[in-house]
């Protein structure tokens, strides 16, 4: 009795070890191309122990997704709550942004142009859709904070917050999934075209 908090342990770190391997082997060789034996090796365990944890490619990328999220959610979070004035903030927002997407390219590209490729079997596909909604939904939330904070200091117009938040995030998500970041040297050329872009339009007057 006293051993099964040690196997679930184990548990945890054999599936934090393959979700790390699929990472390395979907960055090496793309979604489609890779291969489950691949993770395996790359993370020194069977074939039969992938099956054991995820279902499969699909269950490993957005697990790796749910993870990123996760992180994401928690640096915003430390951000929006932190000292300092709203445009430093937005800056370092969107600095943030832009820096989680392009670690998280594999995924961006996959929901850009093949989306069927992350279809599961029912069950699979509704539990890991609801957890990832739930952390956007956060993100969300920690967004409309941000830009609440910005018209109480008087940067931004009177407005809906949560409309604003809308607007900073289609602008931000439009531009990496039409590929406008890889045509800029680095994060920063995009967190002052998107700031020059939403702040004209957003500011007070």
Same mark, same amino acid.
Do not use: C, W
């Given at each position: %009795?006293?051993?099964?908090? %040690?196997? *679930?342990?184990?548990?945890?770190? /054999?599936?934090?070890?393959?979700?790390?391997?699929?990472? +390395?082997?979907?960055?090496?060789?793309?979604?489609?191309? &890779?291969?489950?034996?691949?993770?395996?090796?790359?993370? @020194?365990?069977?074939?039969?122990?992938?099956?054991?944890?995820? /279902? @499969?490619?699909?269950?490993?990328?957005?697990?790796?997704?749910? =993870?990123?999220?996760?992180?994401?959610?928690?640096?915003?979070?430390?951000?929006?709550?932190?000292? @300092?004035?709203?445009?430093?903030?937005?800056?370092?927002?969107?600095? !943030?942004?832009?820096?989680?997407?392009?670690?998280? =390219? &594999?995924?961006?590209?996959?929901?850009?142009?093949?989306? !069927?490729?992350?279809? *599961?079997?029912?069950?699979? /596909?509704?539990?890991?859709?609801?957890?990832?909604? &739930?952390?956007?939904?956060? !993100?969300?939330?920690?967004?409309?904070?941000?830009?609440?904070?910005?018209?109480?200091?008087?940067?931004?117009?009177?407005?809906?917050? !949560?409309?604003?938040?809308?607007?900073?995030? @289609? +602008?931000?998500?439009?531009? +990496?999934?039409?590929?406008? $970041?890889?045509?800029?040297?680095?994060?920063? $050329?995009? +967190? /002052?075209?998107?700031?020059?872009?939403?702040?004209?339009?957003?500011?007070?007057?």
């Amino acid at each position: %009795m006293g051993r099964t908090p %040690m196997k *679930l342990e184990d548990r945890d770190r /054999a599936r934090a070890r393959i979700l790390a391997a699929a990472g +390395v082997v979907f960055s090496r060789d793309g979604f489609e191309r &890779a291969r489950i034996d691949a993770i395996a090796a790359e993370a @020194g365990v069977s074939t039969g122990s992938v099956y054991n944890y995820f /279902a @499969g490619k699909a269950a490993l990328m957005l697990d790796l997704h749910q =993870q990123s999220l996760d992180a994401a959610n928690a640096d915003v979070e430390g951000l929006v709550a932190g000292p @300092g004035p709203f445009t430093q903030k937005l800056d370092d927002y969107l600095g !943030h942004f832009f820096r989680f997407t392009r670690e998280n =390219q &594999a995924f961006l590209a996959i929901l850009r142009d093949s989306p !069927h490729l992350l279809q *599961l079997s029912p069950p699979h /596909a509704q539990d890991q859709t609801r957890r990832i909604m &739930a952390l956007v939904e956060r !993100h969300v939330e920690l967004v409309t904070d941000l830009l609440r904070a910005g018209i109480e200091e008087g940067v931004l117009g009177p407005s809906d917050p !949560h409309v604003l938040a809308s607007a900073l995030m @289609g +602008v931000t998500r439009s531009l +990496v999934l039409l590929g406008a $970041d890889a045509r800029l040297a680095d994060a920063a $050329d995009m +967190v /002052a075209l998107v700031r020059r872009l939403f702040l004209d339009g957003a500011r007070a007057r």
